[in-house]
């Protein structure tokens, strides 16, 4: 029975492409490169990698190789990644030595180091994940020094989260010497939510190459028929195989194994896939269905002591089953199914109860320690062999190894199924025995890792179902640890349903009789929360007690933490000591590897800067701490994001919209939909300035997260007002306005600062959409012109008597907030101003938003000021300012500014002789007649008497041979005259 072609068949072209991709060709001085090799199950992903490395060692290559394994919720991190490092200390045992010694955690992934050692629940020890892509990096990169390295990874489909992003850094990261990396996948399981679509799309813009391999044509098939089965067949079984094989290069192995073995070809895919298996002697067909209870890959000492056949007969069924091409011999002394296919077909042909038997017998080897493997594995097993105990303590194990290697999503789903296990109060009870593990114990550790890895709801939602199953006779300590948690993740994620203050001052009151450990953690909690409430003299004294206690008990990563809720009491007052106090605790919690109290801090001096207009200052820090996320393998959690968030912020104020682009498109690889809706929301906010096609759909999609978190409302709803002002939608603007208000003083509080902006920007909406209103529905709006007007007055005598310091955003929204009532009175007619008033508020304004140095709110209040020029017919002083708007256009690429510019001072079309007879007065009359404005109303508005506007009009109906005012302005409309 035939395996494959000796001959590669169908894909020369494919091969020689992927050679040159990736610069294996000899005496080829071009650098390596990456490439993503995609394509179907059993299209011939593997059979082309195995002819590039051959063609890469006669090349004067090395090439290495790691695969991702089918391990269901058991994933192993980075586990491609320890398969080469293993290989690597065989084949270069003193650069790895070197590297090692100089790396110490990059030890932690070699295979012997990452198998269970017993007792391994605890939580500390997590190690710097920025420290060991770095050393991998390193290590490839030394591994490449006497001759070019090519680095494999197979069934990228299968990647745990932190091998995607090992892989994510070696692509951005260029090497020295000439390494090259070629991933494969699974195209056809690539679902809209599988994580490696997300990721596939970022590593396309890192100019990853990407190459499609797509099924076999035809005549390839026919060829590879005949490569495989010498003898002819008959011309309607090639037939068959062609329509049934659709190109896909292993069904067609199987097809013509099929038909050399049985004469036919069995109609059913399972059927055709287990032909291999059902000409096998019974102890062959025994093993061969114990390993791919394994999975895809099986070491010999493990299918050993599972199989309980003497080695003898063990070496004779091997033998069959490698020599019949069901089973392939690798190195390592481990065997691999030829196809994961034929793996998948194996295990599914058993019967239940086999499974449960031979998952058991795997569990049992495990568990005894005469095989060595990993507490992933054996979680796996006994779970699934029904040894629920060992199921619990293994998955505890290796959520703990997870956390420790910078895996916090893989931790989070062996934590999880822990928890599912614990709903047995008997295994709990086991667990705690043994290791001193609780059920509480475990929901805190599933939390920490949900949120360390972006899944801040689902961590919320696991500590409130905790929280109320409870026991009754659950202890008050535990029951105050659960709530001090919760409380911390509320406040860290803008939910507005509970009040997070009270939970945590409840959480304080209980776990005063636990141990000080206890108490500390709780207290330092507290005093994080009561600073972000600005309860200061409270927060200062529980912080002080909880230093204190932390520095006696000689927790230094804790008492890093309290430090920087101290030193951040004082930020709102904008003082330069905070600026000092804050490096310091920096400093400190670099020095005592607390990294989550550094990038706390770092994100808490960041916001300071920002507070103050040094946006500069705060986007560096942001982008420290963001490194420091990273590095850490905590990307997507609290601060770390956040500081991704704000430095995007700070870039928008500044007028750096390109640079906004990598982090918004991030969204497509957001580990949930509360991350993505942040990112779309800050898309939204560039692409509604910009007129992007769309816009108004995606902010429809997002408003479905604005109760789930803050910025998403905030943000999203700039983007519709700014829609609302394109439009002059008034109705939109203040729908939009009552709506976020009413969302954000539940989260935050009633007075946020922001609404100060929003207040101003719906006045300014309000006073777009007045010309277009009757005079009537202008003087219904009054009172909510004023409701808005007092609505940002209230924020800043909030300011005032909370003592809060303004920084140059508040001021430059304070004035630019008066600024925009007067352009509704002028503009609705109700109490119009001066055009003295007019012309000082808005030069006010100008110059506040020039310090503030928000490039396209600047624009936007220099748009007003040429407005109100040219309606003063002062088109000496419109000009310059103009320039300006049409400068700051260009560079932001916010071409609505630009239109709302051209309707006010030109860029008209090409004028009839009429039309050139009309003047800039009479031009600007005629626009306010079409608008339905009386005499007397245009009169007020440009700041000239009735009777002047009489004689304007009367000369215009003149010059354009009009009877009436109606006449005239459709006489206008059709010489392009007015829009």
């Known amino acids: 029975m035939p395996a494959r072609s000796l001959e590669l068949v169908g894909r020369e072209a494919e091969l020689e492409e992927l050679c040159s991709r990736l610069g294996i060709v000899a005496d080829d001085p071009a650098p390596a490169a990456a490439v993503l090799l995609g394509g179907d199950a059993g299209v011939g992903k593997t059979r082309l990698l195995t002819e590039l490395r051959d063609r890469a060692v006669a090349a004067g290559w090395r090439v290495v190789a790691g695969h991702c394994l089918d391990l269901s919720d058991s994933t192993l991190p980075y586990l491609p990644f320890s398969e080469v490092l293993g290989r690597l200390s065989v084949d270069l045992p003193e650069v790895v030595e070197e590297t090692t010694g100089e790396r110490p955690v990059l030890r932690r992934l070699q295979p012997g180091r990452r198998v269970r050692s017993g007792g391994g629940t605890g939580a500390d020890g997590a190690m710097e994940r920025g420290d060991l892509y770095e050393a991998m990096h390193l290590l490839l990169d030394r591994a490449a020094d006497e001759q070019p390295l090519l680095v494999v990874v197979e069934d990228a489909h299968w990647a745990d989260q932190s091998t995607r992003d090992l892989l994510s850094f070696l692509f951005a990261r260029s090497f020295a010497r000439r390494v090259a990396i070629v991933v494969s996948y699974r195209v056809d399981d690539l679902h809209r939510r599988h994580p490696l679509r997300r990721q596939v799309a970022e590593w396309s ?204 999503d893989e931790a989070a789903g062996h934590y999880l199924e822990a928890l599912e296990l614990a709903s047995d109060s008997a295994l709990v009870v086991a667990l705690a025995e043994e290791t001193g593990v609780g059920h509480v114990d475990l929901v805190l550790r599933a939390a920490d890792a949900l949120s360390a890895a972006g899944h801040a709801l689902r961590g919320i939602a696991l500590l409130r179902d905790a929280l109320a199953g409870l026991p009754e006779d659950t202890g008050a300590v535990d029951r105050a640890r659960v709530l001090a948690q919760l409380a911390l993740s509320l406040y860290q994620g803008d939910q507005e349903l509970e009040d997070e203050l009270a939970l945590a001052r409840e959480a304080a009151e209980l776990v005063a009789g636990g141990t000080e450990a206890q108490q500390v953690r709780v207290l330092a909690i507290q005093a ?142 957001a580990p949930s939909p509360i991350i993505e809706a942040v990112l779309r929301a800050f898309g939204a906010v560039i692409g509604a300035a910009r007129g992007t096609a769309g816009t108004a759909d995606l902010l429809a999609g997002l408003r479905e997260h604005w109760g789930e978190e803050g910025m998403v409302a905030l943000h999203a709803a700039g983007a519709e007002l700014e829609l609302a002002e394109q439009a002059g939608d008034a109705d939109a603007a203040l729908a939009t306005y009552d709506r976020v208000v009413a969302v954000l003083s539940r989260m935050w509080r009633e007075l946020f600062q922001a609404r100060l902006r929003l207040a101003a920007q719906t006045l300014g909406v309000l006073g777009t959409a007045a010309v277009r209103q009757s005079a009537a529905e202008r003087d219904a709006l009054r009172p909510v012109v004023d409701r808005l007007l007092d609505d940002g007055h209230r924020v800043v005598d909030y300011l005032h008597d909370e003592e809060l310091a303004y920084g140059p955003e508040t001021r430059a929204w304070r004035v630019r907030l008066e600024a925009e009532h007067l352009r509704w009175r002028w503009l609705a007619q109700v109490d119009p101003p001066t055009c003295s008033a007019l012309v000082e508020a808005w030069r006010d304004a100008e110059r506040e938003f020039v310090e503030f140095g928000h490039v396209h709110e600047l624009a936007r209040t220099r748009l007003r000021l040429v407005e109100l020029l040219v309606q003063d017919g002062d088109l000496e002083a419109a000009r310059p300012v103009a320039e300006q708007v049409r400068d700051a256009a260009g560079a932001l690429g916010a071409p609505r500014l630009l239109v709302e510019l051209d309707a006010l001072v030109g860029r008209p079309a090409a004028p009839t002789a009429r039309a050139e007879a009309l003047t800039p007065r009479e031009l600007q009359i005629l626009g306010l007649v079409a608008e339905g404005r009386s005499n007397g109303e245009i009169g007020k508005q440009l700041f000239i008497a009735t009777k002047t506007v009489s004689v304007h009009v009367s000369n215009m109906l003149a010059k354009l041979d009009a009877a009436s005012r109606t006449e005239a302005v459709a006489v206008a409309r059709r010489r392009g005259m007015l829009p």
Do not use: C
């Open 205 to 408: 813009r890192l100019r990853v190459d990407r190459m499609l391999l797509e099924p076999l044509d035809a005549a390839a098939v026919r060829r590879l028929v005949q490569a495989l089965h010498p003898d002819p067949l008959r011309e309607a079984d090639v037939d068959d195989i062609v329509a049934r094989a659709e190109g896909n290069a292993f069904f067609v192995e199987e097809l013509v194994g099929a038909a050399w073995a049985t004469g036919g070809v069995p109609a059913d895919l399972a059927d055709l896939l287990l032909v291999r298996l059902d000409r096998l002697e019974p102890d062959t067909q025994e093993v061969v269905r114990t390993a791919a209870v394994a999975g895809r890959r099986v070491g010999h000492d493990l299918l050993a002591a599972v199989s309980g056949l003497d080695p003898r007969a063990l070496e004779e069924a091997l033998r069959a089953a490698v020599e019949r091409h069901v089973l392939e011999a690798g190195r390592g002394d481990t065997y691999s199914f030829r196809h994961a296919l034929l793996a998948e077909a194996v295990y599914d042909d058993l019967l239940p109860g086999e499974r449960v038997r031979r998952h058991a017998a795997y569990a049992r080897v495990l568990a005894s320690g005469k095989v060595v493997g990993t507490s992933a594995e054996l979680a796996r097993h006994a779970r699934l062999g029904q040894d629920l105990r060992t199921a619990l303590r293994a998955s505890v194990e290796a959520g703990t190894a997870a956390m420790q290697v910078g895996g916090p």
């Open 528 to 669: 994080r929360i009561l600073a972000g409430h600005r309860h200061e003299e409270e927060a200062r004294e529980v912080a002080t007690t909880a230093l204190a206690m932390s520095q006696g008990l000689d927790m230094p990563r804790l008492s890093a933490d309290i430090l920087t809720t101290l030193a951040g009491l004082q930020q709102h007052h904008l003082g330069d000591d905070v600026v000092e106090a804050l490096a310091t605790v920096i400093g400190q919690a670099r020095a005592s590897g607390a990294v989550k109290a550094e990038m706390r801090g770092l994100y808490t001096l960041g916001r300071f800067h920002q507070d103050r207009g040094e946006l500069e200052e705060a986007i560096a820090l942001f982008e420290t701490g963001l490194a420091r996320g990273v590095q850490a393998g905590l990307r997507w959690a609290p601060h770390s994001f956040d500081a991704l968030v704000m430095a995007t912020a700070a870039r928008h104020v500044l007028g750096r919209w390109d640079e906004t682009a990598p982090a918004t498109a991030q969204a497509d690889q």
